[in-house]
């Protein structure tokens, strides 16, 4: 029988979501580094690719630093009192996905000897030119990539509990994944990415846009809008 939880702002039933024990989110990044890394990336796969492009190589690094911060943000939500079951679901849901993906990538990095991160963020997106896409760095805090939440933001978020909690973090996991989408489109869209990278990113547009819009419905239950993005 499916667990289910009382919503405590409706008084209706739901689903709870799927929680996930450590040694199945290990099982996931293992699966995910093997199959994608030694199959997809390997000669004599569909494309013969031996090495990865440089819209390859940014994507990986810069979306496996991304996603860093989404597992942040999902377990300081995590570790915060007083939340409501369906945000720990949720946020249990996120370390899953993006653990797993956050290792494919870096996979990729290691299984080709390439830097686990750069040293000029999203200059991949445009050819070069950073600035075509409108999240140029201004400050130090200021975020490298479209969605990150600033120091402060995340700092905030750590200090809060309750509703305020998952208020908070809904808004800056939304605007996050937005981001995110961003960079996924423009991989996906990218002449230079090998099927490897195409794949990825389609399954992120996919996953994340559905993601999007459980925790836009999560966040209007509370009251609350989205972030400007």
Known sequence: MTERHTDRRTGRQRPAWPQIAGLTSLAVLLVAIGIVVGSVWSPGSPDDVTTMSAAD????????????????MARTILAAPDVDPTIRGLADQLVVAQSAESATMRGWLQFFGLPLTSNSPMSWMSHGDSHAHGHPPTTPDAPAMPGMASTDELGRLATLRGDEAEKLFLQLMIRHHRGGLEMAQAAYNDDRSASATKQLALNMLGDQGNEIGQMSMLLRERGAEPLPT
Request: overall charge negative; proline content about 0%; hydrophobic content about 50%.
């Open 57 to 72: 190589i940014g994507f990986a690094q810069d979306m496996s630093a991304h996603h860093d911060q989404a597992l942040l």
